[in-house]
């Protein structure tokens, strides 16, 4: 355990994080606070989060701080996913910051769910991380299998993943996640900075027709992070 300079309470680690955004409506139900941690060395083929990938010191951010911003939204917030990257491959900060989350939702005057998205397989995380999970309302697990991408998979890039239900909340918000159905709209896309992203699980082709109609608007599309 390490100890704070003044021997007091232990620090918390700091969690190296790609982006956090809100409102996020493609990852899970309802109104949402979205986490994206940076650094993830799986390497699914046709991974459209690359730009995640490196595990850069220099991203690594506060975790008061992150619970400081999630702190300030505006409500009706349902609830908070947490996405990469592979967010298991940080589970000290991973645990402090599911910590603190469970902390603050208790005082929220509606249920706010925690899903947390992993490459890894359930049994994996049920071996080396129930602390974890036991922070967790629902997961979503396994890496993402292009050839298994296809329409109608609520809340999964691929067939091959699997929703798991936690809790009792998990239970109400995430309804039968593994039966293919229509669902809401897969990708959301946002402009920030002078950068386009998107956030969400797009289906076969969805990145190809995004490309399209960017270029077809006058925007440069060389250099884009899922293609990287
Ligand atoms: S686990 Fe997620 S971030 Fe990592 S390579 Fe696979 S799809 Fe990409």
Redesign the pocket.
């Known amino acids: 355990m390490t100890a704070s300079p003044a021997g007091g309470a232990p620090a918390l680690p700091g969690l190296m994080l790609n982006k956090a955004h809100y409102p996020v409506t493609t990852l899970g139900p309802g109104t949402r606070a979205g986490i994206w941690t940076q650094g993830?060395?799986?390497?699914?083929a046709?991974?459209?989060?690359?730009d995640?990938?490196a595990a850069d010191p220099a991203t690594s951010v506060d975790i008061d701080g992150l619970l400081g911003w999630l702190a300030s939204l505006p409500e009706p917030l349902d609830g908070i996913t947490v996405?990469?990257?592979?967010p298991f491959q940080q589970p000290r900060a991973l645990a402090a910051l599911l910590h603190g989350v469970d902390a603050w939702r208790a005082g929220q005057p509606r249920p706010v769910d925690v899903l947390v998205?992993?490459?890894?397989s359930l049994s994996r995380l049920r071996r080396d991380h129930p602390h974890i999970l036991g922070k967790c309302d629902a997961v979503v697990t396994g890496?993402?299998v292009e050839r298994l991408n296809r329409p109608g998979l609520r809340w999964r890039?691929s067939a091959n993943q699997r929703v798991t239900v936690l809790t009792e909340l998990g239970r109400t918000r995430y309804p039968a996640a593994n039966e293919s159905a229509a669902g809401p709209p897969s990708m959301q896309v946002s402009v920030e900075g002078g950068r386009i992203w998107f956030i969400g699980l797009p289906g076969p082709g969805d990145m190809d027709r995004l490309d399209d109609r960017l270029r077809s608007a006058g925007i440069n599309t060389g250099e884009v992070s899922w293609r990287s």
């Open positions: 993830c060395t799986i390497g699914c046709g991974c459209v989060s690359k995640t990938w996405s990469g990257g592979e998205y992993s490459g890894y890496p993402y890039g």
